[in-house]
T-cell receptor, first 112, second 112 residues
């Protein structure tokens, strides 16, 4: 069955370190998204991509970057982790814009 | 701009009680509306959606009607079960846009 996976599921890192969170989908969806989920804020969009070599900034993109070298993967990099980036991160994909987004299981990141 | 406002939680109900979770939206255009559910430790899953005024989305006993005149998309279920305990998110996506806007989520706990 097609799916969307994220790794690692849990990560502890130190302030200032570079961290990369992986997202892989097997639906062949063109559109992929990264969100962070924080209490009281719901889900906020970090970055998104409409296809290979395309990346766009979302609402809370500062301190994060993404790259899209193939259809299946959209890794999220924290260039220099900060305590404010402690959060749960969700990757999602969709076949069409304005259509249903399918979410991965999430990565819980703790920055000490 | 676009935004979604959900009723504050947490909500605690007894099994077989009636559920309503209020959701209102602000949109510059004519959006599609969604309810997502997040079970503990998991990613978000689509629960139901509606794409035009007066449409009713339904799934697993949950219903929501797209009310353009009141800009609302309230979630209802006639008889909740313990297994419905989860966090529920209302979301919108503009037809000409490319981003989802999520509410802050409403936590529901159903007790036997």
């Amino acid at each position: 069955d097609a799916e969307i996976t994220q790794s690692p599921r849990h990560k502890i890192t130190e302030t200032g370190r570079q961290v990369t969170l992986a997202c892989h989908q097997t639906w062949n969806h063109n559109n992929m998204f990264w969100y962070r989920q924080d209490l009281g804020h719901g889900l906020r969009l970090i970055h998104y991509s409409y296809g290979v070599q395309d990346t766009n900034k979302g609402e809370v993109s500062d301190g994060y970057s993404v790259s899209r070298s193939n259809t299946e993967d959209l890794p999220l990099t924290l260039e220099s982790a900060a305590s404010s980036q402690t959060s749960v991160y969700f990757c999602a994909s969709s076949v069409q814009l304005q259509e249903t987004q399918y979410f991965g299981p999430g990565t819980r990141l703790l920055v000490l | 701009g676009n935004s979604v406002t959900q009723m504050e939680g947490p909500v605690t109900l007894s099994e077989e009680a009636f559920l309503t979770i209020n959701c209102t939206y602000t949109a510059t255009g004519y959006p599609s509306l969604f309810w997502y559910v997040q079970y503990p430790g998991e990613g978000l899953q689509l629960l139901l959606k509606a794409t035009k005024a007066d449409d009713k989305g339904s799934n697993k006993g949950f219903e929501a009607t797209y009310r353009k005149e009141t800009t609302s998309f309230h979630l209802e279920k006639g008889s909740v079960q313990v297994s419905d305990s989860a966090v529920y998110f209302c979301a919108l996506c503009e037809r000409t846009g490319n981003q989802f806007y999520f509410g802050t989520g409403t936590s529901l706990t159903v007790i036997p």
